[in-house]
Structures are given as structure tokens and as C-alpha cells.
Nanobody, 123 residues
Framework: QVQLVESGGGLVQAGGSLRLSCAAS????????MGWFRQAPGKEREFVTA????????YYADSVKGRFTISRDNAKNTVYLQMNSLKPEDTAVYYC????????????????WGPGTQVTVSS
């Protein structure tokens, strides 16, 4: 079973950048598609981006396309989320999630979740 822990969140000014990491335990990480989701106060959890188990396919929400980049290093059991040109509306708790083999863009499709990391973007 894969366990996930996010890191890299924090407070940043609008226009700034952050890189989130999601470290996975377990030797089967490379078999899992990975996703990033976020949840702002009072809002539902929403899809941000996802990457296939091989890293060859990536998907982005329209709201982050061109600003965020997902990547993975299977040798390090880690998936990354590079966030550039951050906006106040990007403020949320960011979660990484894992799903065996097949990538998906909806939260209910993922069965493994990290505890989340807070990202706050000030205006």
C-alpha cells in the first residue's frame, strides 16, 4: 500500500512560485497514477492536475493550465507540483492522491490520499 505525504506549502505573494512535493512510501509507486487536488474553505475539493504512472500523460484544470506543472520521479517515489504566477484564488489545502494504474481527473476515483499542505497566496 502506498502512503503519501505532501510538503512545500506556505505563504507567497501573488505572482510568486511554490513547488509542492508528494513523497510516497512503498515499492509500487511507479504503478500508480498521481493527482493533485485542492480545497478552499467552504468549497468542494477540486481537481488540479494528474499524471499517468509512466509520466507520459498529464492533465490540467483550465484554471491552472500554463501556470502549474506536474512531474514525477519514480526513482525517488515523488511527484511534484510546480506552481508559478500564483493568484489569491489558488489559496487552498493541496492534496496529492494515488490511483492504481489508470489516471483520472475526479476525486472519487482516487483511493489513497495525503494529509494535505496549505498554500496561501496574498494579494
Amino acid at each position: 500500500q502506498v502512503q503519501l505525504v505532501e510538503s512545500g506549502g506556505g505563504l507567497v505573494q501573488a505572482g510568486g512560485s511554490l513547488r509542492l512535493s508528494c513523497a510516497a512510501s512503498g515499492h509500487t509507486f511507479s504503478s500508480y497514477a498521481m493527482g493533485w487536488f485542492r480545497q478552499a474553505p467552504g468549497k468542494e475539493r477540486e481537481f488540479v492536475t494528474a499524471i499517468s504512472w509512466s509520466g507520459t500523460d498529464t492533465y490540467y484544470a483550465d484554471s491552472v493550465k500554463g501556470r502549474f506543472t506536474i512531474s514525477r520521479d519514480n526513482a525517488k517515489n515523488t511527484v511534484y507540483l510546480q506552481m508559478n504566477s500564483l493568484k489569491p484564488e489558488d489559496t487552498a489545502v493541496y492534496y496529492c492522491a494515488a490511483r492504481f494504474r489508470v489516471v483520472a481527473t475526479i476525486a472519487p476515483a482516487y483511493d489513497l490520499w495525503g494529509p494535505g499542505t496549505q498554500v496561501t497566496v496574498s494579494s
